[in-house]
T-cell receptor
């Protein structure tokens, strides 16, 4: 499968716990994006990377959210001290910029905080 | 806050009919306008995109109409099929799509009745 891969697909966690999601972009895509999608809403941009550099992180929802892409390949999104309001679908996308602006999305990780 | 307003929220169309979804934006710096299709449990997938130097773009049964002066753009699905039943999102970004930050509308749930 050469698409964007996200793991896990589903995560249930207790309030206050930390969670980490992984995204493997399409091979050789230099751009990687994280979005959050709540029920009935469009995806909401969180952050993105150009290779290993995080170029935009002001949209991360709070300081409990952080993302890394240490080797310019896969990325992780961590949420510390989860709250019920963090329950959402977390989507990852990748693209090959500037040659191709199309962003390919993964199937997402659905987080439920109980 | 940059914003993209999408309507209607839901749409029911008979098989063979035309589905029309509208979006309006505020930020005149937007220069890339994609439409995404999302099926339940899946990530959004790019359908078609347009830049403001053209007023219309057609790909198969899907057409984007763009009105720069009105700051509006719309998606037309001709000969709608039950397989088109999905949620459709318009989006906009700055930098021709290479900036990474897509601003999405809230989505339109399309149901095509056989």
């Amino acid at each position: 499968d050469t698409g964007v891969s996200q793991n896990p697909r589903h995560k249930i966690t207790k309030r206050g716990q930390n969670v980490t999601f992984r995204c493997d972009p399409i091979s050789e895509h230099n751009r990687l994006y994280w979005y959050r999608q709540t029920l009935g809403q469009g995806p909401e941009f969180l952050t993105y990377f150009q290779n290993e550099a995080q170029l935009e992180k002001s949209r991360l929802l709070s300081d409990r959210f952080s993302a890394e892409r240490p080797k310019g390949s896969f990325s992780t999104l961590e949420i510390q001290r989860t709250e019920q309001g963090d329950s959402a679908m977390y989507l990852c996308a990748s693209s090959l910029a500037p040659l191709n602006t199309e962003a390919f999305f993964g199937q997402g990780t659905r987080l439920t905080v109980v | 806050q940059q914003q993209v307003k999408q309507s209607p929220q839901s749409l029911i169309v008979q098989k063979g009919g035309i589905s029309i979804i509208n979006c309006a934006y505020e930020n005149t710096a937007f220069d890339y306008f994609p439409w995404y299709q999302q099926f339940p449990g899946k990530g959004p997938a790019l359908l078609i995109a347009i830049r403001p130097d053209v007023s219309e773009k057609k790909e198969g049964r899907f057409t984007i109409s763009f009105n720069k002066s009105a700051k509006q753009f719309s998606l037309h699905i001709m000969d709608s099929q039950p397989g088109d039943s999905a949620t459709y999102f318009c989006a906009a970004s700055i930098g021709g799509g290479s900036q990474g930050n897509l601003i999405f509308g809230k989505g339109t749930k399309l149901s095509v009745k056989p």
